[in-house]
C-alpha cells in the first residue's frame, strides 16, 4: 500500500491496496478478489438476489478467459465487448445488452444466459491474483485495486466502524473500510445451470446440485487446503469443481446458528459435510420456502481492510495479536483462505453477532404477541404526519360564548376509531381549516391551534387573498380542470368556462365570463400559479420544521403537488433527507398531451416525483402519469416486484401504487340504524309510494354529468309511457361553492331541464334539491340509499366517489339489493364489479341500462350485490393506510417481511449482508463538492481534464420527452459562453491537459468547441482525435486509431438497412462519422423511434454478423461501431500520453466527467491507468496504432505520440487525485456525481476563476414568496 505525502484534502485522492491471500489451489484454478466494490445493486436481481450476484457467478463462468479489457485495475475476467448496448430496455439504469433475438439480458429471466455483457464489469469488478514457485501457495494481486477516498453520505455509524476501545472511535472518520471477498476461478467447466450457482435449496436440491457442478477433473489432493470443500466424484474418478468458488470460513456456524427471519420458520439441518457444494453458501433466505436453506451469493461473509486516509497505510486495531499477523516483504497483510480467524473477518463476525442478537429479540417479540407485525414496544411508534390542504375536521364557533368546537369529519383522511393504523403509529395532521364563522382576528387563530392541536392536528392560516388565488384560482380553476381532462380550448367553452374572476368578492348574476382574453395566454393566471408557490412552500417549510428522521409523510391530492419537492428542497438546506414521502392523488390523471398544455406542467410533475411512492386509485390514472412523465420529462418506467410499477428520477426509483379504498364501514353500520335515517327512508317510500326510486346525488358542476343524466331520464319517459305512474328520479345537487361559474351555469341548466321535465309528465317523476356544501348529512344519504332501487350516476369525468360504494354497502338487508348504474368515465366503474355500465354520451345504451336495472330479477340484483359487498365492507381506510404504507416500506427496505416497525428500519443490526454492503456503498458514492476539487486542483502539476459533451458540458433533453423544448445538444450546440470562457483558461494553464470526448462526428464537434487555443478533442466516441490547438493556429490536425475493421463495407451494409428504416419513421435520420454510423431516432415520438430501433438493431446484427462491430443504442441513437471501441481506449491514451512527458513525470490529478453509459468505459480507464503505472508492465496492453486523417506534417515533439510500452513514472511518492464523476445519480463506476450539465458548469467556472458560480436557475417559488406580503 503507498503512502503518499500529507495534504489537507483526501476527498478524491487515490489509494493503490494490494492483496494477498495463502490459498492451496488445484492445477488450473487461480485465485481473484473483488475490485473497488463488491456487486452493484442492480433491479435486474430479485429479492432474494438483490445485487444480481448469481449473474456474476454466470459471467465469471462463461468468459473467464475470453480476451477482452474491462478497463478495471488489475484487469478483469476477460469479459468480451458486448454485441448490443440499449439504454432504452435495461432494467436497471436504462442501458443493457440484448442477445440476438432482443431479449434483454437484464431481465430475471435472461440474466444467467452468458451472454457478452456491458454490465459484466459492473458486477465482475475482479482482480487477478498470482503466485509463483517461489511464493507458492502466496497469491498477490498482480495489479493494486484502486480506491478513491470519497466523503461519507451520513453521520451514522456503521457496526464495522465499532471498537471497544475509545481512541478507535474517535478516529474513526479518518479510517477508510474497505469490504471484499476472495474467489477461485476454474477455466474449462461449463455452467450446465446458472441456478446450481446462484442459490438452491439445501434439502431437496442436492441431487440436482451434484448434477449442475461443472465437470473439471482435478486430482482431489490438491483440494485439501480448501477447508469446507467437499468434493463429489464423477464415474471417471475426477472430482467435479464448480467454475467460481467463494470462501465461506463460516459454514458451519451458520448451519448451526442461523435462526430465519420469520419468526414462524424452522431451521433445516445442514453441515458442512452433507454438502457437494458447501463453500458456496450465504444465507437463509425466504419464507416461501419454508424449511428449505436457499444461497445468497451477497450475502457471503466478506473481509475488511482498515486504510487510515492520511497516511494510507493499513491500520490495526490494539486488539489485534501483531504476533499472528503474517505479511509479505513489501508489507501487504496475508489472508487465509478459508481463514476464519483471520483478522479481516473481524468485522463481519462483530456485525453478524449483533444481527443475530436483533433477530432473537425480533422472534421474542413476534412470539409474545397475536399480531403479524413485529413492533418493539420499547421504541416510539413510526411518526406519520398526513398533509392535506383541508383538515378532515369539522369547525364551529358558539355564537353565544364565542367558543371554538371541532370533530373529525367524514373523510378517509380522518382519525377513525379502533384503528389498527393509529394504534401501530403515531398520526399527525397538517392542513389548513374552513369554519363556519369568519376567523376575525389572532385570538382566533390561537384558540384554534390550542384546540386542534388536541387532537394531533397542526394548522396553517394563510391570508385571504392568497388562500383565494391558491385554491379557487390555480386549483380549481386551472389544475382541476386539466386533471379533468379539460384542454384550454374546452376551457373557453361557456359551459364551464374558466373563471378568471374566481378570487373576486363579487357575485355572479348573469354566470357569463369576463374580462376573457386569449385564450392560448396563460399569464393571466401568473398571480395564481405565485400563490399556489406560496402556499405548498409554507406547507414545506412548517412541516420540515416538525419531522424528525425516518418520519413518514404523506402528501394528500393536486393541492400541494409541490411540497414533496419543496420539502426535498428543505431537507437539503439542513443537509440531511429527514423523511419517505408519499404523494396520493384523489382525482383523475389527464393524458399527457392536455397535461402539456399548461405552462408550468412540468414542474408540478416534477413536484410529484420527488415523492417515494406516487399512488392513485385507479391503473387509467397511473398509466396516463407514466405517459406523461414518460412525453414531458423523458422518464421511463419499469416493473417492480409484487405488481408495482417505478419511474427513475434523478437517481431514485419513484414508486406508482394503485389502490382502492372503500367506506368505513362501522361508521355506515351505525348511521343506517340512527332513528333520523330509518324516519327519512320510510319518508321517501311514503313520498313516492308506488313508485321505484332512481337516487342520485352528484356536485352541481359540469363534469359530473348531472344535465346528460337528466336528458336521458327525460328520453326514458318519452320513449317508455308505462314507466311515468311508476318511476321517480330523487336528484340533490350539491354546491360546494369551489366553482362558482361553473356552479351558477350547471345548476342554471339542470333548473332548466327539471322544469321541463315536470312540466311535461307532471311533479311526481322527479323529486330534486339543492344543498349548499360538499355533502349531504350522512343520515339522510343513507336514508336516500336504503329507500332507493338503484343509484345513477353519469360521470363526464371522475375521480374518487365514495357514494356508489355507500350505496352498495346500505343494501345490506334488502330483501332486493340496488343496483348502480355507473359511468364508464368515473374512477368507480373499475372498482364496483356488479355495477352496469354506461357512455353519459350514449343516450341508447344509457335508456336499455336502466330499464334493464328497473325490471332485473331479484336472483341477479342479489348476484351483483355479492360481488362488491365483501370488498366495499372490508377495504375501509385503515387498511388502505396501511396497505399503502406497507409499499412504500417494502420498497424502500425499511421493512422486513411482515414487519411495519422493524428494527431494521432504524439502524443495521436487522440487515442482511448484503442490504448492509449496498447501504455502505451507496454512502460512499457522494455528491461532488466543489471545494475538494479546488483543493487537489491547487497542489498538483501534472492534471488531465477529460470531459464528455452532450449532457456534461451541454444541457440535453431526454429522449424519451416527446417534443423537445429546445435542441440543447443538438448537433452544433455549443456549450454555455461561461464554460467556453472557463475551457479557454483551463486550458492556457501548461499545467492542464483538457480534453472534449463526443460521441459526435469531428465536423460538428470542431465548429462547436475546435476554436478553443489547448483543447484537445475526440470525436465518433474516440475513434479520431486532434490534439490541443496551439495559439495562435486555426488548423487542426486529426488523427485516427486503427481499430482493424473494413469500415467501408461495414457502411455500405448498414446504410441500405438505415435507410429503409428511415422513410418509415417520421423524424429519423442517418448520421455518419468516423467508424460510426448512426440512426437517430431523437425528434421522433419516444415509443415509435424506441420500437423502430429495436427492430433496426435486430437486421442490423443478422446483416453484419461477419464484421467485428457491436450496436450501441443511446440518447435517441442505434450506432453501428467497431467491436473494440469506446471511450475508455482514448481516455487511457491521453493519460499514457500526459504521463510520458517531461522524462515519465506521470499524473497527479485526474477530472472526468460523464452522463451516460458509453462515459463509464472513461472512468474505468482511469483506474485502469492508475492501476498500471509503474506495475506489471509484461502485461500493460499498448492503445492501438495511431494513423493521421488530416494533411499536414505532425512535429516531432507531438506529445500524444509518445506513448511508451513500459510506462514507469517518476512520482510514485506523490499523491494522485482522481475524481470520476456521473453528471446524474445512477449505477456508475464513477466515484461522485452532480445532477446535471449546470453542476459542471459551476465547477468549471470555479475552477478558472476561483470564483462561486451557479448556472442553476432559482426555484421559481422562491422567487415568488414576496408577491403576497
Not at 11 to 34: D, K, W
Not at 421 to 449: K, Y
Not at 742 to 749: G, H, K, L, Q, S
Not at 1189 to 1202: D, E, H, K, R
Request: net charge negative; proline share 4%; with cysteine.
Amino acid at each position: 500500500m503507498e503512502d503518499n505525502s500529507t495534504n489537507n484534502s483526501t476527498v478524491g485522492r487515490v489509494v493503490r491496496v494490494h492483496l494477498a491471500c495463502r490459498a492451496h489451489l488445484p492445477i488450473g484454478s487461480s485465485l481473484r478478489v473483488t475490485g473497488s466494490h463488491l456487486w452493484d445493486p442492480s433491479e435486474s436481481g430479485s429479492a432474494s438476489d438483490m445485487s444480481g450476484a448469481r449473474r456474476v457467478v454466470a459471467i465469471t463462468g462463461r468468459d473467464a478467459y475470453t480476451a477482452g479489457d474491462s478497463g478495471f485495475a488489475g484487469g478483469s475476467l476477460g469479459i468480451g465487448a458486448p454485441n448490443v448496448v440499449n439504454e432504452v430496455e435495461a432494467a436497471a439504469s436504462g442501458e443493457g445488452t440484448m442477445t440476438p433475438m432482443g431479449r434483454n439480458v437484464a431481465s430475471p429471466e435472461n440474466a444467467l444466459i452468458g451472454v457478452h455483457d456491458s454490465h459484466a464489469p459492473y458486477y465482475v469488478s475482479s482482480v487477478e491474483m498470482v503466485t509463483s514457485p517461489d511464493t507458492y501457495p502466496i497469491w498477490r494481486t498482480r495489479r493494486p485495486v484502486v480506491l478513491v477516498l470519497t466523503d461519507k453520505k451520513s453521520k451514522r455509524e456503521s457496526v464495522d466502524d465499532m471498537d471497544d476501545d475509545d481512541d478507535d472511535d474517535d478516529n474513526d472518520s479518518t479510517v477508510f473500510h474497505h469490504n471484499y471477498r476472495y474467489l477461485v476461478v476454474t477455466p474449462g467447466s461449463e455452467t450446465d445451470s446458472a441456478h446450481g450457482l446462484g442459490r438452491f435449496d439445501s434439502d431437496s436440491d442436492m441431487d440436482d446440485i451434484n448434477n449442475l457442478l461443472n465437470k473439471t477433473k482435478i486430482s482431489s489432493g490438491s483440494l485439501s487446503a480448501l477447508n469446507n470443500f467437499p468434493l463429489t466424484s464423477n464415474d471417471n474418478g475426477g472430482a467435479e469443481f464448480p467454475v467460481a468458488l467463494w470462501e465461506n470460513p463460516f459454514l458451519s456456524e451458520q448451519a448451526d446458528d442461523d435462526v430465519m427471519e420469520d419468526s414462524t420458520r424452522e431451521m433445516s439441518t445442514y453441515s458442512a459435510s452433507g454438502s457437494s457444494f458447501g463453500a458456496l453458501t450465504a444465507s437463509v433466505m425466504g419464507n416461501s420456502q419454508r424449511g428449505k436453506r436457499q444461497i445468497v451469493l451477497e450475502d457471503l461473509p466478506y473481509r475488511t481492510l482498515n486504510i487510515d486516509i492520511n497516511t494510507a497505510s493499513f491500520v490495526r486495531s490494539e486488539n489485534m495479536d501483531k504476533d499472528t499477523l503474517e505479511f509479505t516483504d513489501d508489507g501487504v497483510i496475508i489472508d487465509n483462505w478459508n481463514g476464519h480467524n483471520d483478522v479481516t473477518f473481524d468485522a463481519y463476525r462483530l456485525r453478524e453477532g449483533l444481527r443475530k442478537a436483533y433477530q432473537e429479540r425480533a422472534t421474542d417479540i413476534a412470539a409474545d404477541g397475536d399480531s403479524d407485525m413485529v413492533i418493539d414496544t420499547q421504541k416510539p411508534r413510526k411518526r406519520i404526519f398526513i398533509v392535506c390542504y383541508h383538515l378532515p375536521v369539522i369547525v364551529s364557533k358558539d355564537p353565544e360564548t364565542g367558543e371554538w368546537m371541532a370533530c373529525w369529519a367524514e373523510s378517509i383522511l380522518a382519525r377513525t376509531a379502533n384503528s389498527a393504523f393509529v394504534s401501530s403509529f403515531d398520526p399527525h395532521w397538517v392542513g389548513t381549516c374552513t369554519t363556519s364563522s369568519p376567523i376575525e382576528n389572532e385570538v382566533d387563530r390561537q384558540a384554534l391551534r390550542t384546540l386542534l392541536a388536541s387532537m394531533d392536528c397542526t394548522v396553517l392560516f394563510f391570508d385571504e387573498k392568497v388562500r383565494d388565488a391558491h385554491y379557487k384560482g390555480f386549483c380549481k380553476q386551472v389544475l382541476w380542470m386539466v386533471f379533468h381532462h379539460v384542454d384550454l380550448l374546452d376551457s373557453r367553452d361557456p359551459a364551464f368556462g374558466m373563471d378568471f374572476n374566481a378570487t373576486s368578492t363579487e357575485k355572479y348574476t348573469d354566470g357569463t365570463l369576463l374580462d376573457l382574453e386569449s385564450p392560448w395566454d396563460q399569464r393571466q393566471i401568473v398571480k395564481w400559479w405565485e400563490a399556489f408557490n406560496l402556499v405548498n412552500r409554507t406547507f414545506a417549510v412548517e412541516v420540515t420544521k416538525m419531522v424528525q428522521p425516518d418520519d413518514v409523510v404523506w402528501v394528500h391530492d393536486y393541492h400541494l403537488s409541490l411540497l414533496p419537492r419543496m420539502m426535498s428542497e428543505e431537507e437539503a438546506k439542513i443537509g440531511s433527507r429527514l423523511t419517505k414521502k408519499i404523494f396520493y392523488l384523489h382525482i383523475p390523471f389527464p393524458v399527457s398531451m392536455i397535461f402539456k398544455e399548461i405552462e408550468f406542467g412540468a414542474t408540478v410533475l416534477e413536484g410529484i416525483l420527488h415523492a417515494d411512492i406516487v399512488g392513485f386509485h385507479g391503473f387509467t390514472d397511473a398509466r396516463h402519469f407514466l405517459s406523461s412523465a414518460k412525453r414531458i420529462l423523458g422518464l421511463s418506467h419499469d416493473s417492480l416486484e409484487g405488481g408495482l410499477l417505478g419511474v427513475k428520477y434523478k437517481g431514485r426509483t419513484v414508486v406508482v401504487t394503485m389502490s382502492s379504498v372503500s367506506v368505513e364501514p362501522e361508521m355506515v353500520d351505525a348511521v343506517m340504524d340512527f332513528p333520523t335515517t330509518i324516519s327519512g327512508a320510510a319518508d321517501l317510500k311514503s313520498k313516492h309510494s308506488g313508485r321505484a326510486i332512481i337516487a342520485g346525488v352528484d356536485v352541481a358542476q359540469y363534469l359530473s354529468g348531472v344535465s346528460l343524466k337528466l336528458a336521458t331520464y327525460g328520453r326514458l319517459l318519452q320513449d317508455s309511457p308505462s314507466w311515468r305512474d311508476k318511476l321517480v328520479l330523487v336528484q340533490r345537487c350539491l354546491i360546494p361553492g369551489a366553482r362558482r361559474l361553473d356552479e351558477a351555469r350547471t345548476i342554471r341548466e339542470i333548473r332548466g331541464i327539471v322544469s321541463q321535465i315536470k312540466s311535461k309528465y307532471g311533479d311526481g317523476v322527479i323529486d330534486y334539491e339543492e344543498v349548499y356544501g360538499s355533502s349531504m348529512p350522512i343520515d339522510q344519504r343513507v336514508a336516500l340509499w336504503r329507500a332507493a332501487d338503484c343509484l345513477f350516476s353519469a360521470d363526464v369525468r371522475g375521480g374518487l366517489n365514495m357514494m356508489p360504494l355507500e350505496f352498495v354497502f346500505a343494501q345490506k338487508g334488502k330483501d332486493s339489493p340496488g343496483i348502480v348504474i355507473a359511468s364508464e368515465f368515473s374512477g368507480v366503474f373499475s372498482i364496483l364489479n356488479g355495477a352496469l355500465r354506461i357512455s353519459p354520451y350514449d343516450m341508447k345504451l344509457t335508456l336499455a341500462t336502466v330499464d334493464r336495472a328497473l325490471t332485473m330479477s331479484k336472483q341477479e340484483r342479489e348476484g351483483r350485490h355479492l360481488r362488491d359487498i365483501d370488498f366495499v365492507s372490508s377495504s375501509g381506510s385503515d387498511k388502505w393506510i396501511q396497505g399503502v404504507l406497507r409499499d412504500l416500506f417494502d420498497q424502500t427496505e425499511s421493512l422486513g417481511d411482515g414487519e411495519i416497525d422493524s428494527e431494521e428500519n432504524r439502524s443495521s443490526e436487522g440487515k442482511s449482508v448484503g442490504a448492509f454492503l449496498a447501504t455502505a456503498q451507496e454512502e460512499q458514492f457522494t455528491r461532488l463538492r466543489s471545494k475538494s476539487v479546488i483543493s487537489a486542483y491547487k497542489s498538483t502539476s501534472k492534471r488531465v481534464i477529460v470531459l464528455d459533451f452532450n449532457g456534461t458540458i451541454v444541457l440535453k433533453q431526454a429522449v424519451d420527452s416527446y417534443l423537445k423544448r429546445d435542441s440543447a445538444g443538438s448537433t452544433m450546440d455549443a456549450p454555455p459562453t461561461d464554460v467556453i470562457n472557463s475551457l479557454r483558461v483551463l486550458c492556457a494553464d501548461p499545467k492542464n491537459t483538457v480534453f472534449v470526448v463526443s460521441g459526435d462526428n469531428k465536423e460538428n464537434v470542431e465548429q462547436a468547441i475546435g476554436h478553443i487555443p489547448g483543447l484537445g478533442l475526440a470525436a465518433s466516441n474516440g475513434s479520431c482525435f486532434s490534439p490541443p490547438l496551439r495559439e495562435g493556429s486555426s488548423y487542426r490536425t486529426w488523427l485516427a486509431l486503427d481499430l482493424g475493421v473494413d469500415w467501408a463495407s461495414v457502411e455500405g451494409v448498414a446504410l441500405r438497412i438505415m435507410a429503409k428504416f428511415t422513410a418509415r419513421t417520421n423524424g429519423s435520420f442517418i448520421k455518419r462519422a468516423h467508424s460510426s454510423i448512426g440512426w437517430s431516432y431523437y425528434s421522433c415520438d419516444p415509443e415509435f423511434g424506441s420500437l423502430q430501433a429495436k427492430y433496426l438493431v435486430i437486421e442490423l446484427e443478422r446483416e453484419l454478423a461477419a464484421f467485428d462491430v457491436r450496436f450501441v443504442n443511446l440518447k435517441g441513437i442505434v450506432e453501428v461501431i467497431p467491436r473494440k471501441l469506446n471511450k475508455g481506449i482514448i481516455v487511457k491514451k491521453i493519460l499514457r500520453d500526459v504521463a510520458a512527458r517531461n522524462n515519465n513525470a506521470g499524473v497527479d490529478f485526474v477530472l472526468c466527467m460523464g452522463d451516460d453509459i458509453s462515459d463509464e468505459k472513461m472512468f474505468t480507464s482511469v483506474f485502469s491507468f492508475v492501476s498500471e503505472m509503474n506495475e506489471d508492465y509484461s502485461n500493460v496492453v499498448p492503445s492501438p496504432p495511431v494513423i493521421q486523417l488530416s494533411q499536414g506534417t505532425l512535429l516531432a515533439s507531438q506529445p500524444f505520440l509518445l506513448e511508451k510500452p513500459v510506462l514507469r513514472c517518476n512520482n510514485q511518492n506523490e499523491q494522485i487525485y482522481a475524481f470520476t464523476v456521473s453528471v446524474g445519480k445512477k449505477e456508475s463506476h464513477a466515484s461522485q456525481y452532480v445532477d446535471d450539465a449546470r453542476d459542471v458548469a459551476d465547477l468549471l467556472v470555479e475552477l478558472s476563476s476561483g470564483k462561486r458560480a451557479s448556472f442553476r436557475r432559482g426555484t421559481e417559488d422562491e422567487m415568488h414568496l414576496m408577491q403576497f406580503s
